[in-house]
């Protein structure tokens, strides 16, 4: 704010009346003086305050300062009211505090660099990453060899499938199937045969006599058991 003051002062005055007063107090080419300084404090005060350009301004007004206290306010001590160096000093070591640390946090530059740095950061991403992503011509070789390898599988898989009693595919009708062993089983008894009270197996006498019926012609003689 003080140096934009200062510059406005002179903005106003005119061009014209600042060489003059330069001209009075020996500063050498006044009216090139009077321009440098004028627009250096006016623009470069806005652009402290903005936080724009804070190094490049803080050096051009530490250049005005160090010619204000040399040519003007260094052979009148250090006191302002006796025009000394003292107000030009602390502007000076202002100037030499922005062009070592900058402007800060919360100035244009800060935000600005950020942005950037940001931005330079993505693309180094973006970069890296379409270097290890694999090209077309390699996606489509893997998806190639991924498809063959899974008919491989498949087709496998239907085989040993139809083998094993499965759904047999027509490459399969030709492949003979292995038959299975079974093992022999023990033949069924023979139930038509009566047995004896004994189960030895032999005729009784009911099935002898309608044997001999059946040969001689004679109608078999059913014998009632007593008490019947």
Avoid: Y
Wanted: aromatic share 4%; glycine share 14%; charged share 20%.
């Amino acid at each position: 704010m003080i140096f934009l003051a200062h510059g406005w002062q002179k903005w106003q005055g005119g061009l014209s009346a600042a060489s003059e007063g330069f001209r009075e107090m020996g500063i050498p080419m006044p009216v090139m003086a009077a321009g440098f300084s004028t627009i250096v404090e006016t623009v470069g005060g806005v652009f402290l305050i903005l936080g724009l350009l804070v190094r490049p301004v803080a050096l051009l007004l530490l250049i005005n300062m160090i010619g204000a206290i040399v040519f003007v306010h260094g052979s009148h001590g250090v006191l302002s009211a006796n025009n000394g160096w003292e107000l030009p000093g602390a502007l000076g070591a202002l100037c030499l505090l922005f062009l070592a640390l900058g402007g800060g946090r919360i100035g244009l530059d800060a935000i600005f660099t950020s942005v950037l740095h940001r931005r330079g950061e993505r693309r180094v991403a973006e970069e890296e990453l379409a270097a290890h992503a694999p090209s077309r011509g390699d996606a489509g070789m893997a998806a190639g060899t991924a498809a063959g390898t899974a008919a491989g599988t498949t087709a496998t898989g239907t085989a040993q499938a139809g083998r094993t009693g499965g759904p047999m595919t027509p490459a399969d009708r030709d492949v003979p199937a292995d038959r299975p062993e079974v093992p022999r089983q023990p033949a069924a008894p023979d139930t038509t045969r009566s047995t004896g009270p004994t189960g030895s197996g032999r005729f009784n006498d009911d099935d002898m006599r309608e044997i001999d019926a059946l040969v001689s012609d004679e109608p078999p003689q059913h014998h009632k058991p007593p008490n019947r």
